[in-house]
């Protein structure tokens, strides 16, 4: 079965570096996101991504934060300087169509740990 | 501001058990229900997704239902085996550009 994969699975960086998390979504799919998940807390949204614009994006996206689909299977999120409140899984979805029928799959995710 | 609650937070039940899941979100005007499973520093695994129109869906052994006038879905687990041990997590798909927002989950625990 297709899969979302996301690498590194772990990454471990310093306060004020800039990090970027890799994605590569199913093939046919051609809408994507970046959810996070703090340790303990709930899974939250970050951004939305098609057609190679943002659709909707959480008021944690600031300025830090930027998604590229750099080619045609990479989807990537940079965080430009990391604080510490940055450590968490952070997961890659993706979604062959909108609507009422759309069905999100997920990676493996990548945890962040900001020093 | 859509709120998804999810009840209990724990559940620790004997191996053969049927348990229920429950989930309510606070905002009826959502797309569609979706049902994960998340087992320890891993990914979600879709189990269910339901659409905004449709009453309930069934996968093998389980079953989501959504009653979504009144905020709420509900996952039913027949037959639980210890394999079924994880976090089961609701998320709740409320525009069309995509924003899903998820409940606290619940930790089950089979016991064999």
């Known amino acids: 079965e297709p899969e979302v994969t996301q690498t590194p699975s772990h990454q471990v960086t310093q306060m004020g570096q800039e990090v970027i998390l890799r994605c590569v979504p199913i093939s046919n799919h051609l809408y994507f996101y970046w959810y996070r998940q703090i340790l303990g807390q709930k899974v939250e949204f970050l951004v939305s991504?098609?057609?190679?614009?943002?659709?909707?994006k959480s008021e944690i996206f600031d300025d830090q934060f930027s998604v590229e689909r750099p080619d045609g299977s990479n989807f990537t999120l940079k965080i430009r300087s990391t604080k510490l409140e940055d450590s968490a899984m952070y997961f890659c979805?993706?979604?062959?169509?909108?609507?009422?029928?759309?069905?999100?799959?997920f990676g493996s995710g990548t945890q962040l740990s900001v020093l | 501001k859509q709120e998804v609650t999810q009840i209990p937070a724990a559940l620790s039940v004997p191996e053969g058990e049927n348990l229920v899941l429950n989930c309510s979100f606070t905002d009826s005007a959502i797309y569609n229900l979706q049902w994960f499973r998340q087992d320890p520093g891993k990914g979600l695994t879709s189990l269910l997704l339901i659409q905004s129109s449709q009453r309930e869906q069934t996968s093998g052994r389980l079953n989501a239902s959504l009653d979504k006038s009144s905020g709420r879905s509900t996952l039913y687990i027949a037959a639980s085996q210890p394999g079924d041990s994880a976090t089961y997590l609701c998320?709740?798909?409320?525009?069309?550009?995509?924003?899903?927002?998820f409940g606290d989950g619940t930790t089950l625990t089979v016991k064999p």
């Open positions: 998320a709740v798909k409320g525009t069309n550009a995509g924003k899903s927002t």
């Open positions: 991504f098609y057609n190679n614009e943002i659709s909707e």
């Open positions: 979805a993706s979604s062959y169509n909108r609507g009422v029928n759309e069905k999100l799959f």
